[in-house]
C-alpha cells in the first residue's frame, strides 16, 4: 500500500514509552486501516477511521503522549536527582496550564497531530473534553510532588545566597563558614549538586547531612527497572544459573570492568 510502516505496534506495560508510540502508528496509518478494514468487512470499526470526532481524539492522544513520552524521557536518566523531578514536573505542570489557555480561546496550533486533521474551528464538545483532560492530568501530576519544603531546596540550591536567619540554629554558624570559604565557592560553580555536598560532608558534616538527606531520595522508579531489564537479558536458555550477582554487578555498574586484568589472573586450562 506503499505505506511508511509495515506493521503496527503492539502495546505493552513494562515499556514506558508504548502506548504513545501504539497511538502514533495507528494515527500515521488510520488511512491504510480505514482500506484494510474494508477489504476485510469489519464496516463497523472502518466507519471509526471516517468519522472526524474520532480521528481528532485520537489525534488529540497521539499529541499529548508524545509530550508524556519526553517528559519521561527526561526523568529517565541515571543521573537526576530529586530537584530535576521537581523542576521537570513544575514546568509540565504550567505546560498544561498554559495548553488548557489556548484551547480555551480556540487555539490549538501547540497540538500538531491535531492541527493536521482539525480545519477552522475546533468542536465544543472536543474543546470541553480536551479542557476536562487537561485539568485532570494538572490534578494528578500535583499529586506526585514530593513534600520537600521550600527552604531545604533553598538551602540545597543556594547555599551562598539563602539568608542565614531562615536557616535552623544548628546549621547557621558552618553555613557562615562555608560561605566565606572560597574553595567551596569554586567547587560549587564548577562541581554537580551532588558532588559538592558529597564532599561537604565531610568539612561540614551538619549542613552536608542535612542537604544529602534531600538529594537521597530515588525520585524514580528507573534505576530498579533499569535492573529488571539487564536480569532478562542475562537470562537466557544458555545461561540459566541462578546465581547473577556477580555478572549483574558488571552489567550495571558504571565503571567498565577491566575485562583484559580479569582474564589474566586467571589460570588456564591446560590441554589433554
Known amino acids: 500500500m506503499n505505506a511508511e510502516h509495515l506493521n503496527l505496534l503492539y502495546y505493552t506495560r513494562v515499556r514506558w514509552l508504548s502506548k504513545g508510540n501504539v497511538l502514533a502508528r495507528v494515527f500515521e496509518l488510520r488511512e491504510e486501516l480505514k482500506e484494510f478494514l474494508n477489504r476485510q468487512g469489519k464496516n463497523e470499526l472502518e466507519s471509526f477511521f471516517g468519522d472526524l470526532s474520532f480521528i481528532s481524539k485520537l489525534a488529540y492522544l497521539v499529541d499529548i503522549f508524545e509530550q508524556l513520552n519526553r517528559l519521561n524521557l527526561k526523568l529517565q536518566r541515571r543521573d537526576t536527582t530529586v530537584l530535576d523531578f521537581i523542576d521537570a514536573l513544575n514546568a509540565f505542570v504550567q505546560k498544561l496550564e498554559n495548553w488548557k489557555r489556548k484551547i480555551e480561546e480556540g487555539n490549538f496550533a501547540m497540538f500538531e497531530a491535531l492541527s493536521s486533521v482539525i480545519e477552522g474551528k475546533l468542536d465544543m464538545n472536543l474543546s470541553s473534553e480536551i479542557v476536562q483532560h487537561l485539568?485532570?492530568?494538572?490534578?494528578?501530576?500535583?499529586?506526585?510532588?514530593?513534600?520537600?519544603?521550600?527552604?531545604?531546596?533553598?538551602?540545597?540550591?543556594?547555599?551562598?545566597?539563602?539568608?542565614?536567619?531562615r536557616v535552623?540554629?544548628?546549621?547557621?554558624?558552618?553555613?557562615?563558614?562555608?560561605?566565606?570559604?572560597?574553595?567551596?565557592?569554586?567547587?560549587?560553580?564548577?562541581?554537580?549538586?551532588?558532588?559538592?555536598?558529597?564532599?561537604?560532608?565531610?568539612?561540614?558534616?551538619?549542613?552536608?547531612?542535612?542537604?544529602?538527606?534531600?538529594?537521597?531520595?530515588?525520585?524514580?522508579?528507573?534505576?530498579?527497572?533499569?535492573?529488571?531489564?539487564?536480569?532478562?537479558?542475562?537470562?537466557?536458555?544458555?545461561?540459566?544459573?541462578?546465581?547473577?550477582?556477580?555478572?549483574?554487578?558488571?552489567?550495571?555498574?558504571?565503571?567498565?570492568?577491566?575485562?583484559?586484568?580479569?582474564?589474566?589472573?586467571?589460570?588456564?586450562?591446560?590441554?589433554?
Open 135 to 165: 485539568l485532570n492530568l494538572r490534578k494528578e501530576f500535583l499529586s506526585y510532588f514530593p513534600e520537600i519544603s521550600a527552604l531545604d531546596l533553598e538551602l540545597v540550591r543556594k547555599p551562598f545566597a539563602i539568608p542565614i536567619e
Open 168 to 272: 535552623a540554629d544548628n546549621l547557621q554558624d558552618e553555613l557562615i563558614d562555608l560561605r566565606n570559604d572560597y574553595v567551596c565557592k569554586d567547587m560549587f560553580e564548577t562541581s554537580s549538586i551532588c558532588e559538592f555536598w558529597a564532599k561537604m560532608c565531610i568539612s561540614y558534616p551538619r549542613i552536608g547531612k542535612e542537604c544529602i538527606k534531600v538529594l537521597l531520595p530515588f525520585n524514580s522508579t528507573y534505576l530498579c527497572e533499569a535492573g529488571f531489564s539487564t536480569l532478562l537479558l542475562m537470562k537466557t536458555k544458555t545461561r540459566s544459573r541462578l546465581n547473577v550477582e556477580d555478572g549483574m554487578r558488571c552489567a550495571l555498574s558504571s565503571t567498565p570492568p577491566q575485562i583484559d586484568a580479569l582474564v589474566n589472573n586467571v589460570q588456564q586450562q591446560a590441554s589433554h
